[in-house]
C-alpha cells in the first residue's frame, strides 16, 4: 500500500496533542500553547493541500476530547447469486461504494452498518461477521487530515428495494469479474472488495486486522 507522507501523519500527531491537551489542560499559559500547536497542524494542512486553513480550523475545533481514532463502518451485502451491493456516493461524484459511513453515538457498530445499508440503498440486510478491522491509513486511502478505523462487514440480502437518498444517487449489484472501475477510493478500494467477496465464499476466515 501506499505510505503516507510524513507531514500529514506529524500534523495529525501534532493536532491530537493539542485537542488531548485542550481537553484536560487547567493552565491557562498551557492552554495558550495547545492552542498553539492546532494552530500549527492547521498551517502544515493547508500548506500542503487545497483546503483553506479557516475550513481546517473549523474541523479540528468541532472535534472536542480526548483524540482517538474515527470509526467507519462498511457494509459488504451479498445476494443469493453472490454479487456484492453498492452505491453512487453523490459528495464523491457519483462513484461507487459499499454503504457505510461513521459510528453514531449510542448505536453499535452493527446496527449503524445495517442502518447505512437502508438509508443509502433501500435494502435491507443481515449480519454474518465482521471480516476486516482496517486502519485507514494503512489501507491506500487518499491521505486525510484524521486518524480512522474501519469496520467491514459482510451482510445477507434480507428484503427492501432499490432506493436513492440524499447521500447517494444509484445502487447496483456486481459480480467480482464486472465490478465498476469508478469507486470512491476514500471510502472503498478494490483489495478491500476482493477480500469481502473472499469472506463470502468462505466464512469461516479469520477477521483481517492491521
Same mark, same amino acid.
Given at each position: 500500500?501506499?505510505?503516507?507522507?510524513?507531514?500529514?501523519?506529524?500534523?495529525?500527531?501534532?493536532q491530537?496533542?493539542?485537542?488531548?491537551?485542550?481537553?484536560?489542560?487547567?493552565?491557562?499559559?498551557?492552554?495558550?500553547?495547545?492552542?498553539?500547536?492546532?494552530?500549527?497542524?492547521?498551517?502544515?494542512?493547508?500548506?500542503?493541500?487545497?483546503?483553506?486553513a479557516?475550513?481546517?480550523?473549523?474541523?479540528?475545533?468541532?472535534?472536542?476530547?480526548?483524540?482517538?481514532?474515527?470509526?467507519?463502518?462498511?457494509?459488504?451485502?451479498?445476494?443469493?447469486?453472490?454479487?456484492?451491493l453498492?452505491?453512487?456516493?453523490?459528495?464523491?461524484?457519483?462513484?461507487?461504494t459499499?454503504?457505510?459511513?461513521?459510528?453514531?453515538?449510542?448505536?453499535?457498530?452493527?446496527?449503524?452498518?445495517?442502518?447505512?445499508?437502508?438509508?443509502? /440503498?433501500?435494502?435491507?440486510?443481515?449480519?454474518?461477521? &465482521? %471480516?476486516?478491522?482496517?486502519?485507514?491509513? =494503512? *489501507?491506500?486511502?487518499p !491521505?486525510?487530515?484524521?486518524?480512522?478505523?474501519?469496520?467491514?462487514?459482510?451482510?445477507?440480502?434480507?428484503?427492501?428495494?432499490?432506493?436513492?437518498?440524499?447521500?447517494?444517487?444509484?445502487?447496483?449489484?456486481f459480480?467480482?469479474?464486472?465490478?465498476?472501475?469508478?469507486? /470512491?477510493?476514500?471510502?472503498?478500494?478494490?483489495?478491500? &472488495? %476482493?477480500r469481502?467477496?473472499?469472506?463470502? =465464499? *468462505?466464512?469461516?476466515? !479469520?477477521?483481517?486486522?492491521?
Open positions: 500500500m501506499t505510505a503516507e507522507p510524513d507531514w500529514l501523519i506529524w500534523a495529525r500527531e501534532i491530537a496533542t493539542a485537542q488531548t491537551g485542550l481537553a484536560f489542560c487547567k493552565d491557562p499559559y498551557d492552554i495558550e500553547r495547545y492552542h498553539a500547536l492546532r494552530a500549527l497542524a492547521v498551517r502544515i494542512l493547508a500548506a500542503r493541500t487545497a483546503a483553506p479557516e475550513r481546517i480550523e473549523a474541523l479540528f475545533a468541532s472535534d472536542p476530547g480526548y483524540a482517538t481514532p474515527k470509526v467507519d463502518v462498511r457494509a459488504a451485502v451479498f445476494d443469493k447469486a453472490g454479487r456484492i453498492l452505491v453512487r456516493e453523490v459528495q464523491d461524484g457519483g462513484r461507487w459499499m454503504p457505510g459511513g461513521w459510528v453514531d453515538v449510542n448505536q453499535t457498530p452493527a446496527e449503524c452498518a445495517l442502518r447505512e445499508v437502508t438509508e443509502e /440503498s433501500g435494502y435491507v440486510a443481515r449480519i454474518v461477521k &465482521l %471480516a476486516a478491522v482496517w486502519d485507514r491509513a =494503512r *489501507q491506500g486511502h !491521505p486525510g487530515p484524521f486518524s480512522i478505523v474501519k469496520l467491514m462487514f459482510v451482510c445477507a440480502l434480507a428484503g427492501g428495494s432499490p432506493a436513492t437518498s440524499l447521500e447517494t444517487c444509484g445502487t447496483g449489484w459480480a467480482e469479474d464486472a465490478l465498476p472501475d469508478d469507486l /470512491s477510493r476514500g471510502r472503498t478500494l478494490p483489495h478491500q &472488495l %476482493a469481502m467477496f473472499a469472506h463470502w =465464499r *468462505q466464512p469461516e476466515l !479469520p477477521t483481517a486486522f492491521e
